[in-house]
């Protein structure tokens, strides 16, 4: 049963950071994509970042290029998003996603991702 529980959203001000975390169970997820997304309402849900084995790979939309990075501690089986230089645009509900094939990483297409966590608030201001 797999199972991602995201954490660490919360509101802060333009210029501050958050460190999103989503702990994975039911699987081993080493040779998994691993991605973040958001979404705002009435818009699609964006592909932020994404991670794969085996550097790993990292692939970040060009709107978070340079602020945010996607790290994951296999051990844990927790993926991070560290977020810096947060600006009110990055206002969302970010969600953790993973697909047992790695190479959907390539693309941020969110019909790709098979499993999904709950969502967790991110509020810039």
């Known amino acids: 049963h797999v199972q991602l529980v995201e954490s660490g959203g919360g509101s802060v001000q333009a210029g501050g950071s958050l460190r999103l975390s989503c702990a994975a169970s039911g699987r081993n997820y080493v040779k998994w994509c691993m991605g973040w997304f958001r979404q705002v309402p009435g818009k699609e849900r964006e592909g932020v970042a994404a991670?794969?084995?085996?550097?790993?790979?990292?692939y970040y939309a060009d709107s978070v290029k340079g602020r945010f990075t996607i790290s994951q501690d296999n051990a844990k089986n927790t993926l991070y998003l560290q977020m810096t230089n947060l600006k009110p645009e990055d206002t969302a509900v970010y969600y953790c996603?993973?697909?047992?094939?790695?190479?959907?990483?390539?693309?941020?297409?969110?019909?790709?991702?098979?499993?999904w966590g709950q969502g967790t608030q991110v509020t810039v201001s």
């Open positions: 991670i794969r084995p085996p550097k790993p790979f990292t």
């Open positions: 996603a993973a697909d047992h094939d790695a190479l959907v990483c390539r693309n941020f297409r969110s019909y790709e991702y098979d499993y």
